[in-house]
């Protein structure tokens, strides 16, 4: 245990260098936050024109044995339940856990990859059969892997992807942040003659936000001179950052856009406060996820479209548990589908299961 200990600090002290990067440049001081935010967005512009997309195998439920989920102890080590999304996905799993028989014991990090870490480290202590793990962060969220490896637990990456070898997950159910990004930006370019472009983008750093940027960046850049984002900038993944962003830019660029871009409904709903504030009836807003509250606004016409990024995930994660428990044939990394909603099915979206 002793060594187990000595081995989880010295992870923790790693990520929290690497979350701390962004404040380590050689110009500025550490005092300096415009120095520090400035250097975090160049990092996360990098990151995402580096990150790597394969287009996986879309993801599966399993055509497998489920009772052996009756008593087996899962841990879920969630990311937040601050953002609607994220809560979606944990009820998705409770119930999904009821439904089977398992017992789900699941943590909240906040969406602070050291508490999440943290999270992890606990999970495994508490004799865990498996492991579904989102990480928060991408390159220093890879430290969880390494404490599950220590306890000797099987890891199952949902949602989110992290830094990681071959040996150390069993398998994946990956949203597809690249392609829900790029279908916003070409409906974009299928709707609109041209757009300047505002994208608000989610927690810098995160697998989620750098991959969204790179399909929206992509998919923009293929519609040709007529269609630019002109800014980007952060709102965190969370409503008031957004409408705080907005009005920012709002000021600053009065006249110049057209379309906002939301990597999530959350910043959507907080862009949208901040355009009706301003009395901007005539921007197009564009979002990913599909919340209800989101897709209302399509209805009433302050939103254009969603690409939905779906909360029903732990059938996912359940049949790849129960798969390898069994012993069956597994796709090791697949990706979990996405589709528009906009004022043609929003609609029905409120009913059939698209809409959260």
Known sequence: ????????????????????????GSSGTPSDPDTKKEEK?????????????????????????MS??????????????????????????????DKYGAELIYTDAGNDQTKQLSDVEDLCSQGIDA??????????????LEIAADYEVPVFLLSQDCKKTEDQYVAAAYGDYVMDARLCGEW?????????????????????????????GEAIAAGGDKYEIIVQQTGNFVMDDA???????IQSKAGQFDTVFCHNDEMALGVCAALKA????????????????????????????????????????????????????????????????D?????EAMTNGMAF
């Open 343 to 347: 004022s043609v099915n929003a609609k």
């Open 41 to 65: 967005e160049e990092q996360a512009e990098e990151g995402a024109a580096d990150i790597e997309y394969v287009e996986y195998p879309l993801a599966q439920v399993y055509d497998t044995d």
């Open 188 to 216: 974009i370019v299928n709707n609109l003659d041209s757009a300047k472009i505002v994208e608000i983008q989610g927690q810098l750093g995160t697998d989620t936000e750098m991959r969204r940027e790179k399909g929206f």
């Open 243 to 249: 409408q705080q962003a907005m009005e920012n830019i």
């Open 278 to 341: 301003n009395q901007l009836n005539d921007i197009t807003v564009v979002a990913v996820d599909g919340q209800k509250a989101a897709v209302q606004k399509i209805i009433d016409g302050e939103i254009s479209a969603i690409a939905i990024c779906d909360t029903r995930q732990a059938e996912y994660a359940f049949s790849m548990i129960a798969a390898w428990k069994n012993g069956d044939d597994m796709i090791k990394d697949t990706s979990i589908p996405s589709e528009m909603i």
């Open 1 to 24: 245990m002793k060594k187990r200990l000595v081995r989880m600090a010295a992870l923790m002290m790693s990520a929290t260098m690497l979350l701390s990067v962004a404040g380590c």
């Open 68 to 97: 052996v989920l009756k008593d087996m102890k899962i841990g879920f080590a969630q990311r937040t339940t601050s953002i609607a999304w994220e809560t979606a996905v944990l009820n998705n799993m409770i119930e999904t856990a």
């Open 131 to 144: 492991l579904v793990y989102p990480a928060v962060e991408y390159e220093s969220g890879a430290a969880a």
